[in-house]
């Protein structure tokens, strides 16, 4: 069983920044993948960006390219995911998930943090 507890959500002005963290725990394998969603009010989920743990990479969204980064701390088994120059369309319950590298589904899941952005 692999748990997953973000923190780090809030409320921010358009244009500022936040830092989420995801700290994990539980039985992980070598290699799995840490993924960042997104839900906003009466919107689906959406994928936000994910990192590959072993070696470290990232991909993204269009739309939050160039704004968002996800990094990892192997020490601390905790994943970041940096927001910066956040627009108010970012406004959203934000997720970590868990999946190992050889599946498409996301198994282990966080409970959720928000962030609000003001105009």
């Known amino acids: 069983q692999v748990q997953l507890v973000e923190s780090g959500g809030g409320l921010v002005q358009a244009g500022g920044s936040l830092r989420l963290s995801c700290v994990v725990s539980g039985r992980t394998s070598s290699s799995y993948v840490i993924g960042w969603f997104r839900q906003a009010p009466g919107k689906e989920r959406e994928f936000v960006g994910r990192?590959?743990?072993?070696?470290?990479?990232?991909d993204y969204v269009d739309s939050v390219k160039g704004r968002f980064t996800i990094s990892r701390d192997n020490a601390k088994n905790t994943a970041y995911l940096q927001m910066n120059s956040l627009k108010p369309e970012d406004t959203a319950v934000y997720s970590c998930a868990a999946r190992e590298i050889m599946v498409t589904t996301y198994k282990y899941w966080g409970q959720g943090t928000q962030v609000t952005v003001s105009s």
């Open positions: 990192i590959y743990w072993n070696a470290g990479t990232s």
